[in-house]
T-cell receptor
C-alpha cells in the first residue's frame, strides 16, 4: 500500500513568494496532521483535520500560514508571503483514529528553503 | 510550562549491547506515550504505544516502560545492530487523544 505522499520533496524559493505544499494521506485514514521540524524547535504540530474539517490550528505560527483539505485524499499547506524563518522540513501525517490508540503515518516531508 | 526532554547528545554503543533511551516530561499528564524512529531525510516511523496503566510493552527486541510517578519512559533495544542507528522520538498524547507532542529526539549510533 502507498504511504503518505508529499510533494514537492524539496522547494527553494525567494522570500515573499507563495509556497504550496501538498499531501495525499493513506486511503481510509480520517485524521490528517501537518508538522514542521527544525533543529531548534524539533517536531511541532501546526494543524490537524478530522474528516476534512480543521480541528485545531493553534500551532499555525501566523496568518501567513493556511491549510485546506478539500477532500479526503488531498491537503495543502500554503505560506504567503514566505520568509527565511519558514525554512524547515514540513511533514504530513495521517492516522486511522485518535492518537491515543492509533499510530501516525508520516510522509517523507518537504524540505523548504526560503532565500 | 510543559516540557518533554530527551537526551540531545548522541548515544554511542557497541553492537550486541542493550541501548536505553530516556524520555522525561514535566507539567504534563499524558494518557498515552508513543515512540517513533526517524532516519535521515525520512519521516518518523511508529514503533510502540504504551498506555498510562501499562508498566511495560514489548515488541521483538524493543521494550518500553512508562512510569507516571517518575514522569519517565524508557526505551530499550536489546541485541542492538548497526541498522538500529537512527534518531528516536518520544511523543506524549493528552487525554484529548488526538494531538501528539514530540520530544527533541535522541540519536543512537550502534557501532559494529
Amino acid at each position: 500500500d502507498a504511504g503518505v505522499i508529499q510533494s514537492p520533496r524539496h522547494e527553494v524559493t525567494e522570500m515573499g513568494q507563495e509556497v504550496t505544499l501538498r499531501c495525499k494521506p493513506i486511503s481510509g485514514h480520517d485524521y490528517l496532521f501537518w508538522y514542521r521540524q527544525t533543529m531548534m524547535r524539533g517536531l511541532e504540530l501546526l494543524i490537524y483535520f478530522n474528516n476534512n474539517v480543521p480541528i485545531d490550528d493553534s500551532g499555525m505560527p501566523e496568518d501567513r500560514f493556511s491549510a485546506k483539505m478539500p477532500n479526503a485524499s488531498f491537503s495543502t499547506l500554503k505560506i504567503q508571503p514566505s520568509e527565511p524563518r519558514d525554512s524547515a522540513v514540513y511533514f504530513c501525517a495521517s492516522s486511522g483514529g485518535q492518537a491515543s490508540n492509533q499510530p501516525q503515518h508520516f510522509g517523507d516531508g518537504t524540505r523548504l528553503s526560503i532565500l | 510550562s510543559q516540557k518533554i526532554e530527551q537526551n540531545s547528545e548522541a548515544l554511542n554503543i557497541q553492537e550486541g549491547k542493550t541501548a536505553t533511551l530516556t524520555c522525561n516530561y514535566t507539567n504534563y499528564s499524558p494518557a498515552y506515550l508513543q515512540w517513533y524512529r526517524q532516519d535521515p531525510g525520512r519521516g518518523p516511523v511508529f514503533l510502540l504505544l504504551i498506555r498510562e496503566n501499562e508498566k511495560e510493552k514489548r515488541k521483538e527486541r524493543l521494550k518500553v516502560t512508562f512510569d507516571t510517578t517518575l514522569k519517565q519512559s524508557l526505551f530499550h533495544i536489546t541485541a542492538s545492530q548497526p541498522a538500529d542507528s537512527a534518531t528516536y522520538l518520544c511523543a506524549l498524547v493528552g487525554n484529548a487523544g488526538n494531538m501528539l507532542t514530540f520530544g527533541g529526539g535522541t540519536r543512537l549510533m550502534v557501532k559494529p
